[in-house]
Each structure stands twice: as C-alpha cells, then as structure tokens.
C-alpha cells in the first residue's frame, strides 16, 4: 500500500506535466501543421487559460499553500481543458471569452468602417472579417458596398 498510497497522494506531480505541459505541447504542434482552424482556437485558448491560472497560481502561492487539494483541482480543471472528450478551452472560448473579443472588435479594429459595414463584421466570424476587412483594405470601401448590395439583390430574388 505504500507505494500506491505514495502515488496517489503525488499524482498531481506524476501525471501534471503529461496532462499540463507534453499532450498540449504535441497537440498544438499538430495544430499549426493542420489546416483547419477549429484545433487552432483550442489549443490557443488552452495555453491562455493554462497562462492565467500559472500568474494566479505565482500570485497566490502563499494562500494556496494552505488548500492541500487545490493541485487536485487545477489537475481536474487542466485535464478538462485538455482532453478532445471535453474541449473545455474551446467550450471557455465559445461561451465566455468570444463575446469580449467581439466586443472589444467593434470598438478598437473596425473603427475606420461606416456604420452599415460595422455591423456586417460584428455578425461575422473572426476568420471571415478578417477576410472582408482584407477585401476592405484592398479594394476600398465601395468595392464592398458592391458586393452588398449585390448579395442583397441576389438574395431577394429567392
């Protein structure tokens, strides 16, 4: 029982850096190389969120020092964060941190836009306003009025 006991009081320090530090290492490199941007947008939100919890794990050592189960705990929450079953850092990203970066979007990047075209970029994805804002700074603005209008058009005759 001694050595299982041993094991199990340090399986934070055991599995930790495979689960926290090695798997997301690999799967993020396996992510640069893929062409879809969906494992892009997990594995960046989970080292993120990984980065967050070490700055409040520095911050506050010394309260946490008196939580024995709290490496349990960022054990459970990294390992849910990591693993492809449960995808928590794109569930993170979908649900919470998505609505702030839209946000912030319509404030800061779009701010050279009319507001008919700020409002066409809000409702789209991020990869797709990037695309549009790159149309944008190409062809200038009424080039994309163009296109709207003639999506509109199009759009009304079905």
């Not at 599995?15 to 062409?35: K, N, T």
């Not at 079953?85 to 009319?114: C, D, T």
């Amino acid at each position: 029982m001694g050595i299982l006991g041993t094991m199990a009081r340090n399986l934070d320090t055991i599995v930790g850096p495979g689960v926290l530090l090695l798997y997301p290492l690999y799967a993020s490199m396996r992510a640069i190389e893929s062409p879809s941007t969906l494992d892009d947008q997990q594995w960046l939100t989970y080292w993120v969120l990984y980065s967050f919890t070490a700055l409040f794990e520095l911050s506050c050592y010394k309260i946490l020092a008196w939580f024995p189960i709290w490496p349990y705990m960022k054990l459970v929450f990294c390992l849910w964060l990591v693993l492809p079953m449960f995808n928590g850092a794109a569930y993170i990203y979908e649900n919470y941190v998505r609505q702030y970066v839209k946000h912030i979007g319509s404030y800061y990047g779009n701010s050279k836009y009319p507001e008919v075209q700020k409002k066409v970029l809000q409702m789209m994805s991020l990869d797709a306003r990037k695309a549009v804002e790159r149309y944008i700074d190409t062809y200038g603005s009424d080039a994309f009025e163009r296109v709207v209008k003639a999506a509109d058009r199009e759009a009304s005759r079905h």
